[in-house]
């Protein structure tokens, strides 16, 4: 039973606390999936840039991915460990705040880029930026509702990614109409850019007025401490004790960790789908940016919000385990339609199975990080979330685009057989995936149990 101190020093149980008001609470998670939108924004826009940037700054495809991935990935999975750490023992509003000033600031940088080094260099202060807002948002999220609300809220915060993947490809589709109309735009002080770098500062700006915005947001009382605690007296448990919680239920976090490195792969790897598009099927790379990113658009929010929804109903019928059994199902839905999407014959037919493909990917996401935080307590809450985010984000943004260039270069030595690179990433990938989430599901339901009586009043 978790406890919270007054600022009169009395000690109050969790039960006689009430929570914020719902209406301010779901400000907070608006606000947030703004936030988590406009990271995607910023992180997704440079796949539908692909060809313009390679053919202005002579890069390679397997460059182009080192860009998509590890540029970005490696500092956005390695500091989520210490700003989970921060985010459990401070203000985690704040880290919010500087870290989406810091990603826009990037992302408009990206734009002012003369050759690949600086596109780099800018590309890895936007994983530093971003590393900022998942494992923060993820602990606010659970202290701002009961128990059963927080799957569905944190449920649908993760609704951010497709809404941003998918306006980030929709963007980019107009950018690239701006190619073949632009020879380039003189601004002031830096001079000419061409259409590409326009768009990098034109989407990276606005994030600055959202990072004031963020201070509209209250940091809030944190509960479900695992032995109890005072909340105005944050906790500040050694970085061991979260390593040594997580390596007691290593087949719990392994399989949903993993779980979800699966569709995290697929997804990254489907920033190629636009290159797909044209190598395949001969589209122009506008067209072939409206099809991924209106799918994104509204087949991914259409997933969260029915993945959300399916835990909170399956939880509320007395099933502790909820979110991991909407993530196993939402697997076996995705990989059938996301092997046969490479295959399609024709363009309008790849992206008719792209939409159950990517409603089932977006289901899967929201439960999956459900799951994580469901069977986390409050002391370590930032810190695994923040560990969750680093095992999949290096699955994801390593293997993801890196694995689909290096089959192409190396093995197919083709680029019209790029489509065959993403099938083979999806079945080997996928296989593994789904047989590390049966394996798990026993052990999971046994730490939602465990979970659910730190919340009892």
Request: with cysteine.
């Amino acid at each position: 039973m978790a406890l919270v101190e007054s600022g009169n020093g009395d000690v109050k149980t969790e039960a006689t606390v009430p929570y914020p008001r719902p209406l301010y609470a779901w400000y907070v998670v608006a606000l947030l999936i703004v936030a988590y939108i406009v990271a995607f924004i910023d992180r997704g826009i440079l796949a539908l840039l692909i060809e313009p940037i390679k053919a202005d700054l002579g890069l390679s495809d397997v460059q182009m991915a080192w860009l998509m991935g590890p540029a970005f990935g490696i500092f956005y999975a390695t500091l989520g460990i210490p700003i989970g750490v921060l985010a459990d023992r401070s203000n985690r509003r704040n880290i919010i705040v500087v870290g989406v000033a810091l990603w826009s600031a990037a992302t408009a940088a990206c734009g002012l880029a003369a050759n690949f080094l600086h596109l780099f260099v800018s590309r890895i202060m936007v994983g530093v930026g971003e590393a900022t807002l998942s494992p923060s948002a993820y602990s606010m999220i659970s202290d701002y509702f009961p128990r059963r609300t927080a799957l569905k809220a944190i449920g649908l915060y993760t609704m951010g990614q497709s809404i941003g993947a998918g306006l980030a490809f929709l963007l980019g589709a107009q950018v690239v109409l701006w190619v073949t109309q632009a020879q380039g735009v003189v601004w002031p002080l830096v001079g000419e850019l061409e259409p590409w770098q326009m768009t990098f500062v034109v989407v990276g700006l606005p994030g600055i007025l959202l990072a004031v915005v963020m201070l509209t947001i209250r940091e809030p009382l944190r509960r479900g401490f695992m032995t109890g605690g005072a909340v105005g007296v944050r906790k500040r448990l050694p970085v061991a004790d979260t390593a040594r919680f997580v390596l007691q239920r290593w087949r719990t976090f392994g399989a949903v960790f993993l779980g979800n490195s699966v569709i995290t792969t697929i997804g990254y790897s489907y920033f190629w789908l636009p290159s797909m598009f044209q190598r395949t099927w001969g589209l122009d790379a506008a067209t072939a940016g409206l099809y991924y990113g209106g799918v994104l658009a509204v087949f991914g929010p259409l997933g969260v919000i029915t993945g959300a929804r399916v835990s909170e109903v399956l939880y509320r019928r007395g099933r502790p385990d909820a979110p991991y059994l909407t993530f196993l199902a939402s697997v076996l839905l995705a990989l059938p339609f996301a092997i046969l999407v490479p295959l399609a014959p024709g363009p309008l037919v790849a992206v008719a199975l792209l939409c159950p493909a990517m409603f089932a990917m977006a289901m899967a996401s929201a439960s999956s990080s459900a799951a994580v935080v469901h069977v986390a307590p409050a002391e370590f809450r930032a810190q695994i979330s923040a560990l969750y985010l680093l095992v999949i984000s290096l699955a994801g943004l390593f293997l993801g685009p890196t694995s689909v260039a290096m089959l192409t270069d190396y093995v197919f030595r083709d680029e019209a057989l790029l489509r065959y690179s993403l099938l083979l990433v999806t079945v080997v990938v996928g296989s593994v995936g789904l047989v590390i989430l049966l394996l798990g599901r026993t052990n999971y339901r046994r730490s939602a149990e465990e979970a659910d009586a730190w919340h009892q009043p």
